[in-house]
């Protein structure tokens, strides 16, 4: 397990190596200069391009971005000094609500999913199995700013119940705290309207496919009663391949999340991300664009290792490709263990 | 068989041919240097169909350069002279003026026009005319490639102009050639177009700030015009050789051969926009040149017949408490408040309302071009070279509590050190190319390579830029060649002065975001709270000129990339007092309130033909 | 010998888009103490809805039309498992009646380990600690003959080979000392040394548990191994059913032969195989007569008109066949048939 885990952080920094080497030759390679005022001639726009280097070979840029990046120093903004520190200042700053908002979403989508799915499929071909099917497809076929607009819509312009926007907290202007919450219930819902259908979907078909396997009939056979079947043996079952699916479904919601954001004006990651990028304004977008990625990769690494943790079968096999650290953490786990089972271990 | 495929091999070939003649199509690169080509295409564009039917948003239709509501210069009266008003008494016999129809409610309802108005006859007629000229055959299609930005908004008008050239020129075709912003910067240049989209505003309260771009090798001439007469009309201008009518005569007929004798350019339009505003705001004036708006104007009216009785709430937020209070919006947040690194919009809109240059923008009502500010007079050398201010010794520098700093005042080493900031190649600011528009000596400093220079080496070079405290309260100005439009340029932010003592005691985080604690103030305002969810403006009791400022505090709400829809939500919220209609179906939905309100803008938006004859 | 379980005129429906599957029709048979019943039959005959039924484990879509399952406690209270509740029958599923399926690689909970999939029944019927619990399924797992069954109790399936998974299902099966087990096909899935291996264990574990055995096989040499009693079943219904002896030398029914015929043994080799003609009956829609006509080279007129009752032969051979019939024409089963049924003469009288 270690030794895959290692295999995998290893893996991820040769991805993000080469997702941050392409964007910045393609963000190189895109015209015009994070210098786009009008009022400057072009001679005076080479000048003052040369002065941050902008100018020279592309090879030379790229050496000392990447030193920089080594350095963990990401740059800032170029054109206006708004961000020495992009990382410090625009990462760090906005990451908290983007990842409260898509995290609640991805949890809530998880949950109603994972339960709704469920029973769907113990009550296969019931009313309920029926509706789940129809809003299952249409929540994956609809994208998540339709139904921002149609919560918009109805909601705050209506029936007036949620602000059309969020708003942060701010006794100042006159926003209270609850304000701020009502100002996420509909980014929210919007956001999780995808992860529910899909997860719904899944979780139904996974789980009606387990209730058809042998080991149900054998639970059953044992004279377990119907809750201890579906409890014990199927969901767990049906849940590991709905794991696979919420990893990229996270990453589904990072990428709608940038157009909600755009759409309850929210200040999170990706609010100038689009600014940013049509000024040129490489340091940031390439910032803003690793920190996606890195999340992107981060969450399929821990997918991985929770789809090891929950199916013995991934677990197990990768135990004898066990380097000498983990052999070694292992051997200490099993004396430990064995300690406390008065040795019962013989191996 | 044979025969039967020869046959059909030669009838392929001939419909092929036929039709490659019919659609034979040249480059119009050559024919866009004829004047009467040029003419041809600016009459056959019909601009007031753009304007009142696509942008319905009381823009004006242009026939000319200099925007109307535009300061011209100095009349015979010794008033300020709108430069529009005084192009119609110049050449209102000559021209075949046209009255447009002004949207009903705005000042004038019938304003001039003029140069090449739309007349699609004669504009048939110089084209055919010009086809004649230039041997093109009946089959052929002349190209003319237009360079463009891909805005979104803006591609309605590129639609209509090429719609419009083609219907009406007949074997014309407009290729668009659409880039991003950033890439028509980098590709206008190198001349590889025929037509050209631009815009303008003013920097300054002169009509050169327009008419110096197309003197011939100006930076921004990228359609390579040059004409000798107008070189020297604008030229000799700038060096104050013509005053008071003469000087704005000069002007007038300078854009005269700009517009009418070489038609260099097809103006489209003047830009305007409607909003929603309280109706009790008093004198939330327009400016022209820098900041849309400055706040030390502005007040409510707090008579009570001026508000409804619907509107009691909101008078009871706005004027009825401790403090009156204005409320509006922000849709970005302020980048960057250092004055002389600074480089957009919003930065420069609020440091003209905490900070004070020179001279400031002039009220728009009273038609005058700038006014004193921490200057409050000055002398100017025989030459037009050399200008002496003498700084009014009261304005402390503020801090963001409201109290004075370290018990100084402004003075002229102020302004020495924010220049000298602005100059020095290490801070390598965009904006020190305004060191160089107004001529200020020893500007190259600015664009030098330092890099095997020593700090103090460096310093030594920036002592010489022509700026000098030649006395605590006496600041000395030097300029390579006399510009008039200077004085104007003192209002800009970029030339605001800053305390050395407190920028030395933060360095880099001097100005930087969400820390008001890191400025000083000497303007009007000053921000007492700043932070992700707006900012706010608190009027300065130590401000000179305090008794004018009405308003006590200005908070800004900031809604990064808020929605059009959003915007006009929150101003029927009560959230703001002032709101732009962004939207055409906005306009439409709103655009019959009782607080609906123009807002003119000088910006110019037009056709820049490539000329290329110099 | 006493009765355990007594089917009555046994239906089983499943309905389907196609309309409704006649899976099991009116099947009866009895199960006495500690005999190993053998059911054999093509696939799809039913033999596997059969024992479902008696389970009451059928897919969703199932249903016992009509008909009663009599299952007798050892104390002589009788249950009809036919119309017994939920919860009733609970106890009966893994405590009386166990089961033991045909796909060992399938038939464990892949994320559960070995020890729980094994205490779990222990656990529901007997009342058991959780520590004793575990005592009894090490012993479980060393009854199945598989080595340090303590560390196997932590251990997960896809550690274990197909033969020591059918061994674990068995022990499942096993753990709660059940009367009647039931194997359907347990070694299909598995290679040709380790079914001998598990039908050895199925025996021997009998003889310990006294346990009766209903066991379903397509392997006919594996019935005259275990079986005392065997039933043939076609198209959802039982056709003969006899002692193995009787079903084996003296066969009654012509699907019988069939079958016999089309499996090699001493008699048949180097012959050509027989393999019976035709495919099986549409149980969506099954013949009016005899199901097995259609395909039969015996098939009298009668046999597409009606069908055939079970005829008694003996006292423990029934067969469902018109041929039995006193007024029907005299037919010689097959030769290899024939040859068989000579062999246990000769072997019977030496
Ligand atoms: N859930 C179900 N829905 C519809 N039909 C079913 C269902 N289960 C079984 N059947 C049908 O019932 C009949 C008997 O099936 P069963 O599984 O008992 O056959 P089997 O004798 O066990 O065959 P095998 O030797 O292949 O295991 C088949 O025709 C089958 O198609
Ligand atoms: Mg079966």
Not at chain 1, 307 to 323: E, T
Request: charged share 20%.
């Amino acid at each position: 397990m270690l030794r895959y885990v290692w295999n995998r952080i290893l893996m991820i920094f040769v991805t993000l190596f080469l997702i941050l080497t392409i964007n910045f030759l393609l963000l190189y390679l895109m015209p015009g200069s994070p210098f786009q005022n009008p009022r400057l001639t072009p001679s005076q726009r080479e000048r003052i391009e040369d002065k941050y280097g902008l100018n020279d070979p592309v090879l030379v840029q790229y050496g000392r971005y990447m030193y920089k990046v080594s350095k963990l120093d990401f740059g800032g903004t170029i054109a206006t000094n708004t961000y020495d520190d992009i990382f410090e200042e625009y990462i760090i700053d906005r990451l908290p609500l983007t990842a409260k908002i898509g995290g609640i979403a991805l949890i809530i989508g998880t949950v109603i999913g994972i339960t709704f799915g469920a029973l769907a499929a113990i009550r296969r071909n019931s009313w309920l199995d029926n509706s789940v099917t129809v809003l299952g497809v249409i929540g994956v076929s609809i994208p998540s700013f339709v139904f921002a607009a149609i919560l918009q819509e109805v909601f705050a312009i209506n029936l007036d119940w949620l602000p059309l926007f969020y708003r942060e907290a701010n006794p100042d202007i006159g926003h209270s705290l609850k304000d701020q919450n009502l100002g996420m219930i509909m980014p929210i819902i919007a956001l999780s309207v995808l992860p529910i259908a899909s997860i719904m979907r899944y979780m139904r078909t996974e789980l009606v496919e387990v209730f058809s396997s042998d080991y149900i009939l054998l639970a059953q056979a044992k004279g377990l009663s119907k809750p201890a079947v579906i409890f014990k043996h199927a969901i767990r079952n049906a849940l590991i391949p709905v794991i696979t699916i919420i990893g990229p479904m996270a990453i589904n919601l990072i990428a709608g999340s940038l157009v909600i954001e755009r759409f309850f004006n929210i200040p999170g990651l990706s609010n100038s991300l689009v600014t940013f990028t049509l000024a040129k304004e490489t340091y940031a977008t390439l910032a803003i664009n690793f920190f996606y990625s890195f999340m992107y990769v981060t969450v399929i690494l821990i997918v991985d290792i929770l789809y090891g943790v929950i199916d013995p079968r991934i677990r197990l096999a990768s135990n004898s490709k066990l380097g000498l650290i983990g052999k070694l953490i292992k051997s200490i786990k099993r004396k430990f263990q064995s300690d406390n089972a008065g040795g019962e271990v013989n191996e | 068989m044979k025969k039967v495929l020869s046959i059909l091999f030669v009838l392929t070939l001939a419909i092929l041919l036929a039709g490659c003649k019919g659609d034979k199509e040249i480059s119009g690169s050559g024919m866009i240097q004829d004047v009467n080509v040029r003419r041809a295409i600016s009459m056959a564009i019909d601009k007031a169909y753009y304007t009142d039917t696509i942008l319905a948003n009381e823009s004006y239709p242009a026939d000319y350069y200099i925007p109307y509501n535009f300061y011209g210069g100095i009349g015979d009266n010794g008033e300020g002279v709108d430069f529009r008003v005084r192009a119609e008494q110049v050449f209102g016999d000559f021209l075949p003026f046209t009255k447009y129809d002004m949207p009903a409610g705005s000042a004038e309802s019938q304003s001039p026009s003029g140069y090449n108005h739309y007349n699609i006859e004669e504009a048939k007629q110089l084209w055919e005319d010009s086809r004649k000229r230039f041997g093109i055959e009946k089959d052929e299609t002349v190209v003319f490639k237009m360079l463009v930005h891909n805005t979104a908004s803006w591609t309605s008008l590129y639609d209509h102009v090429k719609a419009e050239i083609e219907k009406n020129l007949t074997g014309t075709k407009i290729k668009i050639i659409s880039v991003t912003f950033g890439e028509k910067l980098d590709k206008a240049p190198t001349g590889d177009f025929d037509i050209l989209f631009s815009g303008w505003g003013p920097d300054y309260m002169d009509p050169i700030t327009y008419l110096d771009l197309f003197v011939t090798g100006n930076g921004h001439n990228n359609i390579h015009y040059s004409n000798p007469e107008y070189d020297y009309l604008i030229n000799q201008a700038k060096i104050g050789a013509f005053q008071g009518q003469e000087r704005l005569d000069a002007y007038v007929r300078a854009e005269k051969i700009l517009l009418q004798d070489d038609v260099a350019l097809l103006p489209i339009f003047q830009s305007n926009s409607v909003g929603l505003r309280r109706t009790q705001l008093q004198n939330f004036y327009t400016q022209s040149v820098g900041p849309d708006y400055i706040l030390k104007w502005v007040s409510w009216d707090t008579t009570d017949d001026a508000w409804a009785a619907k509107e009691a709430d909101l008078k009871a937020a706005r004027i009825d408490g401790d403090e009156t209070v204005l409320k509006l919006l922000e849709t970005s947040k302020i980048p960057d408040m250092a004055s002389f690194t600074t480089t957009d919009q919003v930065s420069f809109y609020n440091l003209a309302q905490i900070n004070e240059g020179l001279m400031v923008a002039g009220n728009p009502q009273s038609n005058e071009q700038y006014l004193p500010g921490m200057a409050e007079s000055y002398t100017v050398s025989e030459d037009g070279k050399v200008y002496t201010f003498t700084l009014r010794e009261d304005q402390p520098w503020v801090k963001s509590d409201g109290t004075q700093y370290n018990n100084e005042v402004v003075t002229a080493e102020d302004f020495v050190f924010a220049w000298r900031k602005l100059a020095d190649p290490r801070v390598a600011s965009e904006y020190s190319y305004l060191l160089e528009t107004i001529g200020v000596k020893g500007w190259e400093i600015a664009y030098e390579d330092v890099t095997d220079m020593t700090d103090a080496e460096i310093d030594t070079e920036l002592a010489k830029l022509g700026v000098e405290a030649t006395g605590e309260f006496e600041l000395t100005v030097t300029l390579n060649t006399a510009a008039d439009y200077f004085l104007g340029m003192m209002s800009f932010p970029s030339f605001y002065p800053v305390n050395e003592a407190f920028y030395t005691s933060l360095g880099e985080d001097y100005g930087k975001t969400l820390t008001p604690e890191n400025l000083l103030y000497n303007g009007a305002y000053y921000l007492s709270n700043w932070d992700n969810n707006g900012h706010t403006l608190q009027k300065s009791d130590l401000y000179w000129d305090k008794d004018t400022v009405s308003i006590d505090k200005v908070i800004y709400e900031l809604v990064e990339s808020a929605e059009p829809e959003v915007q006009v939500q929150m101003y029927l919220d009560g959230d703001i007092d002032s709101v732009i209609l962004r939207t055409g179906a906005l306009v439409e939905t709103y655009g019959a309130r009782s607080d609906v309100r123009t807002t003119g803008s000088t910006t110019a938006w037009y056709l820049e033909f490539n000329i290329n004859n110099h | 010998m006493e009765k355990l379980l007594e089917v009555k005129n046994l239906n089983v429906t499943f309905e389907t888009h196609g309309g409704t599957v006649q899976a099991i029709r009116d099947v009866s048979f009895d199960l006495h103490r500690g005999e190993t019943l053998a059911v054999v039959g093509e696939s799809g005959s039913g033999k596997s809805v059969m024992t479902k039924s008696v389970m009451r484990l059928l897919a969703d879509n199932g249903n016992i039309k009509h008909g009663e399952i009599l299952y007798h406690y050892e104390d002589g209270t009788i249950v009809d498992i036919a119309k017994l509740r939920d919860g009733e029958m609970h106890k009966i599923r893994g405590a009386e009646i166990a089961m033991v399926f045909q796909d060992p690689m399938t038939s464990l909970n892949p994320t559960m380990t070995i020890g729980k999939q094994i205490m779990e029944p222990i656990m529901k019927h007997q009342n058991l600690s959780k520590k004793d619990a575990r005592q009894k399924a090490i012993e479980l797992i060393s009854m199945v003959k598989i080595d340090r069954p303590t560390k196997r109790m932590k251990q997960y399936p896809h550690e274990f080979s197909g033969g020591m998974r059918q061994r674990i299902v068995i022990a499942v099966a096993l753990a709660c000392n059940p009367n009647i087990l039931i194997c359907d096909e347990p070694t299909t899935a598995l290679d040709v040394t380790i079914q001998a291996q598990i039908i050895d264990l199925i025996k021997e574990l009998q003889q310990q548990t006294k346990a009766a055995v209903i066991f379903i096989t397509h392997d006919l040499g594996v019935v005259a191994n275990i079986a005392d009693r065997v039933a043939v079943m076609y198209a959802g219904k039982i056709c003969e059913i006899g002692t193995s002896s009787d079903v084996f030398y003296t066969p009654a029914h012509p699907y019988t032969w069939g079958l016999l015929a089309s499996k090699p043994n001493t008699d048949n080799l180097g012959e050509k195989l027989y393999s019976i003609p035709g495919t099986p009956p549409n149980l969506l829609d099954p013949p009016k007569g005899d199901a097995f006509a259609l395909r039969s080279n015996y098939a009298l007129e009668l046999d597409f008109e009606e069908q055939p009752p079970m005829f008694k032969i003996s006292d423990t051979h029934y067969a469902a066949t018109w041929l039995l019939h006193p007024d029907a024409p005299k037919v010689e089963p097959p030769k290899v048939v024939q040859r068989r049924g000579a062999k246990k003469g000769v072997t019977n009288n030496g």
